[in-house]
């Protein structure tokens, strides 16, 4: 499995953007994809995570009610939909999929066997 990250740029805080990651190859009915960023300086967090079958969806304290991942089985795609982004959002951002995270593993990055390349967001005050 390839996964493949796009949508990043640059923007002023409260400023949207969205992030889309396309997965080639086989993401069986366990899939979780999921969202980390890392910050310059800083270590690699989770953002948000969703699972293919049932959609359900985990999200990082710091995006909620900001942040929303959503996902399209069939075009094998999760997106992140960043609204009113903060400077503190600045960082790159990585998508990852794994087809045996479990539940409480979801914000963990070791759990997941495949990574994207990362996309920068950058959001200016």
């Known amino acids: 499995v390839q996964l493949q990250a796009s949508g990043g740029g640059s923007v002023q805080a409260g400023g949207s953007l969205r992030l889309s990651c396309v997965a080639s190859?086989?993401?069986?009915?366990?899939?979780?994809m999921s969202w980390f960023r890392q910050a310059p300086g800083k270590e690699r967090e989770f953002v948000a995570a969703i699972r293919w079958n049932g959609g359900s969806t985990l999200y990082a304290d710091s995006v909620k009610g900001r942040f929303t991942i959503s996902k399209d089985r069939a075009k094998k795609t999760a997106d992140l939909q960043m609204n009113n982004l903060r400077p503190e959002d600045t960082a790159i951002y990585y998508c990852?999929?794994?087809?045996?995270?479990?539940?409480?593993?979801?914000?963990?990055?070791?759990?997941?066997?495949?990574w994207g390349q990362g996309t920068l967001v950058t959001v200016s005050s």
């Open positions: 190859g086989n993401t069986v009915s366990g899939w979780t």
């Open positions: 990852a999929g794994g087809s045996t995270v479990i539940l409480s593993a979801r914000a963990t990055p070791n759990a997941y066997a495949y």
